[in-house]
């Protein structure tokens, strides 16, 4: 009952009842469980319900809930600077443990994926001189206007195409491609090439639900951006640390210009950062002309909580990697048998510890259309079930769903049963 008293007193002070639209419960017939409490691979809600956590906070959660060295880092951090909106040690020990392991030359931190993409897009723009950026439908980037064109996650969930508010001019220059279709950005490049400034794309998507790009999709785009003088950005804020420790860069072994970084990066507190080429961040201000600021960017708590949590998952990474795919494959080899057994259709698609079951009748889901025609009714009935049988899973279709380094076979079995019982 208190999971329902809160959503219904939220919905009267803010819109829909949340503060990001993929947390409303829509269509499902129980509200979502109010939590109190992350332990490990369990959330707890306010009537002390536990559940097995498939969400992790959208995906910053790969070390499991209230990790220890991330809690001391937090606690010993606030302890002596909340804020000071000036340079810091932490900062640049943060910066240098990024741009030494993961390959790239520059970073700057901001308060979230969006600000990241949004910044990384505009500097793309300062540096080409060019107004034009590619995406892709499904792919979401974040709430920037520019984006909001046929976006994956809570825009797909509610069926719409883009967002009320966004004028007609802020949309024009965004060019839209299909994902994973060769030949549609061949002739977009033929057609609009020396109007590019970039290609934004997620290298795995993760807001239509789990679509790894193809290879030949992501050499494609990096083949003709060198042609045409575009840069390639790779939104790697869910998979960045998530699927490799170098993300998807790493599993594609393909360099993008820029790189954007989210969730993970911030070890649950709210972080982004893009960074790339030397040559192409030190045109950002105060450095060059390109203006991009934040009061809060690189908040000392919030870069000793990031710094804990990326320098665990490097400090381990053989091991953490191995053991997430394996635990991953478990579940993936699981799910099929169950849903075979029941006669039940869908595709499951899996990268690592991340993975969406489509309730779809396709043999496989590569792109937006073919994410779209997944059964959503089906999915609401399957999310609101496994709640009530204590998984915490996305109650949207389109979202991916996520392993953490605490979960063992324990609550992967359970996924399993839990998912014979119910079909
Ligand atoms: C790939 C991707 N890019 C950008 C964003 C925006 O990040 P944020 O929600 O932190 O603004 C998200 C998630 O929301 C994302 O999944
Ligand atoms: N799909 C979104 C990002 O990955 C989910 C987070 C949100 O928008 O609240």
Redesign the pocket.
């Known amino acids: 009952m208190q999971n329902q008293k809160i959503y219904h007193e939220s919905k009267k002070y803010m819109p829909g009842g949340v503060n990001?639209p993929v947390r409303a419960f829509t269509g499902l017939n129980i509200a979502p469980p109010a939590l109190v409490r992350g332990e490990g691979a369990y959330v707890y809600d306010i009537e002390g319900k536990r559940y097995a956590d498939y969400v992790g906070a959208?995906?910053p959660m790969i070390l499991g809930h209230c990790d220890e060295d991330v809690v001391k880092a937090i606690e010993d951090t606030a302890n002596s600077s909340i804020a000071f909106g000036a340079v810091t040690e932490l900062e640049l020990r943060f910066a240098k443990l990024i741009c030494d392991t993961t390959g790239i030359d520059m970073i700057r931190f901001v308060n979230?994926?969006?600000?990241?993409?949004m910044s990384a897009v505009r500097l793309a723009r300062g540096y080409t001189g060019r107004d034009k950026i590619v995406k892709f439908s499904g792919?979401?980037?974040?709430?920037y206007d520019g984006f909001l064109v046929l976006a994956g996650?809570g825009i797909m969930t509610q069926g719409i195409a883009g967002s009320a508010g966004v004028p007609e001019d802020h949309v024009k220059n965004t060019i839209i491609g299909e994902y994973n279709n060769v030949e549609q950005i061949r002739h977009i490049f033929e057609k609009f090439g020396e109007q590019i400034a970039c290609v934004i794309v997620?290298p795995i998507a993760?807001?239509m639900g789990v679509v790894p790009a193809k290879r030949e999709f992501l050499m494609e785009i990096r083949k003709l951006c060198d042609a045409y003088g575009s840069l390639l950005i790779f939104?790697e804020?869910?998979t960045g640390f998530r699927v490799a420790y170098r993300g998807a860069r790493e599993i594609y072994e393909i360099e993008p210009e820029l790189v954007?970084y989210?969730?993970i990066i911030g070890g649950g507190l709210?972080c982004?950062a893009y960074g790339g080429k030397r040559e192409i961040m030190s045109i950002l201000s105060p450095v060059g002309p390109v203006y991009q600021a934040g009061t809060m960017s690189g908040n000392p708590v919030i870069m000793a909580a990031g710094y804990a949590t990326v320098k665990k998952i490097y400090d381990n990474r053989d091991k953490f990697y191995t053991y997430l795919e394996s635990l991953g494959q478990k579940l993936e080899d699981g799910l099929k048998k169950v849903f075979f057994e029941k006669g039940i259709k869908v595709v499951i698609n899996r990268v690592g510890s991340m993975f969406t079951i489509f309730f779809n009748d396709n043999d496989k889901v590569e792109n937006y259309e073919q994410a779209k025609a997944s059964n959503v009714n089906i999915y609401r009935h399957f999310a609101e079930q496994m709640i009530l049988k204590g998984n915490y899973i996305s109650p949207s279709q389109f979202e991916a769903l996520f392993l953490s380094i605490k979960h063992t076979d324990y609550e992967v079995e359970k996924f399993i049963e839990d998912v014979y019982q119910i079909f």
């Open positions: 990001s959208w995906g979230s994926g969006t600000e990241a993409t792919c979401y980037h974040g709430h996650s997620e993760g807001n939104d804020v869910i954007t989210g969730k709210p982004g």
